[in-house]
């Protein structure tokens, strides 16, 4: 305990710090993250007997030296009973097609709105609310058979018009916009009474994903949905659990859903509990401590630090299960390649090369926790590529003091320095303590070749994002190099398009494609080959063939390094001992679903044992 | 008193011009879009998007019509909406929190006074005697202890240890007295330890003071108990310095809940005001700033003008 006070005291302080920072300097600061790294692995998975209940699942350890969690859950299946959840944050509004909803935000909506499709442990995609769903032969059309029998919770019958009545609202809403344009759709028809038809501007063979998220796979009540801020007051949807009240910044609560569609393999009724309780907490050690003091059962957590703290009291004897996923959100940064010296290769994966990853995962207290990054992919994902793996630039810090001699002494340097004159560049990140000390490995390795002068700035969440967009220069970004996250749990098609689009119109213009610019390009890399594979991806449902091209994507990028990686991100869901039920949920084939990946609970078929 | 009175308001209007403009100032020149918060990384697919979500917001307005149009609305009691919770009013965001912020700082002070009266009191009384010593290192601790501090080791002891109370959230008081108190008394006490320090150190140092009055001495010759001095004849002059100095610490405790709101995560105006920072939801920081600023100033005239009641002397200058 002591050890953990002090860490906590640790994190208040530089957070006060950061605050001052902000009120003073207006370059300010919170202990928001839109960059580091933080890791872990639980992969869990099942061997699969789906009529069987108790499962037993996290098999597979990922590699290295990772401390992989192992979750059984025995014993039967309770129904009723409450759960107090403590989240990181509150979440913007209750409206899916309108506010920005990340992992704590995700842990409600699922309670409230089911979504059309989900994902599997094998992070495929099968029909949710949806029965099935078929495409035509070159996916630009999709169409989907709804469940019969579902009503929302405010009594009105789900149809396939209620779905064309949403995506009259999604075309409104600032999450939804984005999404629709993502995924090429372009029309929804009701072509029967359950019946749904998505037409797609474009092909994309990886439409079901976008079905399986909040902006366009949530359904919501769209009658209700007409007045937003009633809606926001009272969400409605047809999920497990139904909206009872919400204290802003203090709880939502949802309780069981006595209609919902859904039962269990035995043909019991889901949900299980009678009421969720979702509380807002951002302290780390205050919502660890909630949990080991009894006020709630569930903390949910983002950080690698806490997953330590926790493993830590369970390991002292404190009552806890940690629910842990390493997803493939993976930490590290980006070069803006559109700004010199970061537009030449020999500096970019010269940097890399004297980036020693175990000392910086060290650094973001991930040891144990968090597996080395390669690539877009963990080595939990269907979709890691050993090949990419192998390609990463590995520390080594002659290879790259040599590739910076190179440069430095080109007389056609792109910075336009003098021969042998060092090179000088900004390193930025937020100001997460662990971030810093992360910064300062990097700083110390690079600097000793004398050849780089380093700025290291700080500046927060916000501020940090605009920097990297770059709204007031056609989306270039003023940032060098610049701490960042990327990729998630989804299909990959979901990330990897639009980061690696044209950044620009001019190199859109030139590259053919005027239409197709991507402000989410950060780092604003773009190549032919990446762009054509990543769009090659979604003409194809092929799993072989699209795993093939995303390593190609892999490959390209271990040789160009518009990138670097720190560790893949650790996740967890720490409970007390009676909460059963996050990883082993199912679909309604049977097939075991996705675990809780980016600590996001499917809270459905979670009982109190 | 009239005259005092209009002098008073003329310089609480000064004061709340100049604080909205520097607050609006200083939030607006924040680094960071608030369209970008409110769409959210993944919502900037195009920037038409972002140049809406900007429109909409009033925020392509040069800064000068934007105050102005701000100020406009807020002479009205209309301190505009949240840009991030879309739909709710700044002020009724903060006419629900201020119960909240409001309840802490009052058992702040509250529990400051009873335990810095007694300390101050006693150090008084025995001056430069163990009971003094120990009662000035008691505050010296206190003070030196940030309140965050006191509030890690307060969850560790009655939340995570004893299980005796919530370690986090807020149980309002429509919802139960007993849970509200439960819920209230840490993150209180964790505020009233710095506060007690300081008015236990002053009530000493004012009753030592005190305590060489000819009024005292008087009242000894009499006869009267020590107790019966100190409490019925010492402690009311020795009060005045203190009367001051609580106006001023709870207009600085409704803005200083910032951290033990948080760190409790109890939804005051404090955590209201981080997560408005956060997400760069300009309005609702303008608002909460301005109101905390609003209070901040009237209490101090209200003590200001309490101080003239009190005291003849000042009245009369």
Redesign the interface.
């Known amino acids: ?1 002591s050890e953990r ?1 002090d860490g ?2 640790a994190r ?1 302080l530089a957070a ?1 710090m950061a ?1 001052a920072l ?1 009120g003073a300097a ?3 600061s ?1 202990d ?1 993250d ?1 960059a580091p790294a933080d890791e872990e692995t639980a992969a869990e998975e099942s061997e699969g007997d789906a009529a069987e209940e108790e499962v037993a699942e996290a098999g597979d350890e990922a590699e290295g030296d990772v401390d992989t969690e192992i979750e059984e859950e025995t014993g039967d299946r309770v129904s009723g009973g409450e759960l107090a959840v ?1 989240l990181e ?2 979440l ?2 209750m409206r899916p097609w ?3 909803c ?1 992992s704590a935000c995700y842990n409600i909506f699922i309670t409230i709105y089911d979504k059309l499709m989900e994902s599997t442990e094998t992070g495929q995609y099968e029909p949710w609310l949806l029965e099935s769903i078929e495409p035509n032969e070159d996916f630009t059309q999709w169409v989907g058979t709804l469940r019969s029998g579902i009503t929302f919770h405010n009594g009105v019958e789900l149809t396939a018009q209620s779905l064309v009545d949403m995506f009259a609202i999604q075309q409104t809403g ?2 939804s ?3 629709i ?2 995924s090429n759709l372009a029309t929804v028809d009701a072509t029967g009474d359950l019946e749904v038809t998505y037409g797609l501007s474009q092909p994309n063979s990886a439409f079901p994903a976008y079905l399986s998220r909040a902006q366009l796979g949530m359904v919501f009540e769209p009658g209700a949905a007409a007045d ?2 009633a809606f ?1 007051a009272a969400p409605v949807g047809t999920g497990p659990f139904a909206f009872e009240s919400r ?5 939502t609560i949802v309780v069981r859903n006595a209609d919902y569609w859904g039962t269990d393999a035995n043909g019991t009724q889901l949900p299980y509990l009678d009421k969720i309780s979702f ?5 780390e ?3 660890l ?2 949990t ?5 059962q569930v903390a949910h957590t983002l950080r690698q630090n806490t997953i330590r703290d926790a493993r830590t009291e369970r390991d002292g004897g404190a009552e806890i299960t940690l629910f842990e996923f390493q997803g493939s959100n993976v930490g590290g940064g980006m070069f803006n390649v559109l700004v010199p010296p970061f537009d030449d290769v020999r500096v970019r994966k010269a940097l890399v090369h004297l980036t020693p990853q175990d000392q910086v995962i060290e650094a973001l207290g991930g040891t144990g926790i968090s597996l080395p990054g390669s690539q877009w992919f963990s080595p939990d994902s269907p979709w890691y590529s050993e090949a990419a793996a192998a390609a990463w630039p590995q520390f080594d810090f002659e290879a790259g003091k040599a590739l910076l001699e190179e440069y430095v002494n080109d007389p056609e340097r792109s910075d336009g320095k003098a021969v042998g004159e060092k090179i000088e560049y900004e390193l930025s990140c937020p100001p997460d303590p662990t971030l810093i000390a992360a910064m300062q490995v990097g700083f110390e390795v690079a600097t000793s070749t004398e050849l780089v002068d380093i700025n290291l700035t700080n ?5 940090h ?3 990297a ?1 770059g ?1 007031e220069n056609g ?1 270039v970004g003023s940032h060098g190099a610049h701490c960042w996250r990327f990729s998630d749990d989804n299909d990959p098609s979901v990330t990897i398009n ?1 980061a690696f689009a044209p950044p620009t119109a001019e190199i859109a213009e030139a590259a053919g494609i005027p239409d197709v ?4 390009n950060f780092a604003n890399y773009f190549d032919g080959d990446v762009f054509q594979a990543a769009v090659g991806a979604t003409r194809t449902d092929n799993f072989e063939e699209r795993k093939a091209l995303y390593e190609a994507i892999n490959l390209k990028l271990a040789e160009d390094v518009p990138l670097w990686y720190s560790g893949y991100t650790a996740t967890a869901l720490i409970t007390d001992a009676s909460v059963q039920g996050l990883v082993s949920w199912e679909l309604p084939s049977g097939t075991l679903g996705q675990g809780m990946p980016n600590a996001e609970g499917r809270w459905h078929q979670v009982w109190i044992g | 008193m009239a005259r005092v009175l209009g002098i008073r308001l003329l310089r609480l209007v000064a004061t709340l011009f100049a604080v909205t403009f520097l607050s609006f100032l200083m939030t607006s020149l924040l680094p960071g879009d608030p369209a970008v918060a409110v769409l959210g990384v993944e919502g900037i697919q195009n920037e038409e998007l972002l140049l809406e979500v900007r429109e909409e917001l009033g925020l392509n307005e040069p800064l000068p019509v934007r105050y102005a149009n701000w100020l406009g609305r807020a002479v009205t009691g209309d301190l505009g909406e949240s840009y991030i919770n879309r739909g709710v009013p700044v002020a009724q965001t903060i006419q629900e929190r201020i119960p909240v912020t409001a309840q802490l700082a009052v058992m702040a002070i509250v529990i400051a006074i009873l335990l810095a009266i007694p300390l101050g009191v006693l150090g008084a009384y025995k001056e430069s005697r163990w009971p003094d010593t120990f009662s000035s290192a008691f505050a010296q601790v206190a003070l030196s202890v940030p309140n965050f501090i006191t509030g890690i080791f307060l969850i560790w002891l009655f939340s995570v240890t004893l299980r005796w109370l919530p370690a986090s959230n807020w149980t309002r008081l429509s919802d139960g007295v007993w849970g509200n108190f439960k819920t209230a008394i840490m993150p209180a006490t964790a505020l009233a330890m710095t506060q007690m320090a300081i008015f236990s150190r002053l009530v000493r140092s004012d009753m030592i003071a005190t305590l060489q009055e000819n009024f005292v001495l008087a009242a000894k010759a009499k006869g009267l108990t020590d107790r019966f001095i100190l409490l019925r004849h010492a402690l009311r002059p020795s009060s005045l310095s203190l009367m001051t100095i609580l106006g001023i610490n709870f207009g600085a405790l409704l803005g200083g809940t910032v951290v033990i709101e948080t760190l409790f995560a109890i939804p005051g105006l404090g955590f209201r005001l981080i997560n408005a920072i956060s997400q760069r939801d300009i309005m609702v920081i303008q608002g909460i700033t301005v109101f905390i600023a609003v209070v901040y100033v009237v209490v101090n005239t209200l003590v200001d003008l309490l101080y003239a009641v009190v005291d003849p002397r000042i009245r009369r200058s």
């Open positions: 305990m006070l906590r005291l208040l006060l605050f902000l207006c370059g300010g919170d928001g839109a403590g944050a509150e913007p509004g309108e506010d920005t990340a600032s999450q916009q984005s999404q344009a993502a937003p801020d926001n204290d802003l910044d203090n709880e509380r807002p907490i951002p302290d050690g205050t919502r401590d909630a080991l003091s009894g006020t709630t500046y927060d969440q916000q501020t994002i605009n920097y967009l709204a989306f639009p610019v991507s402000p989410l």
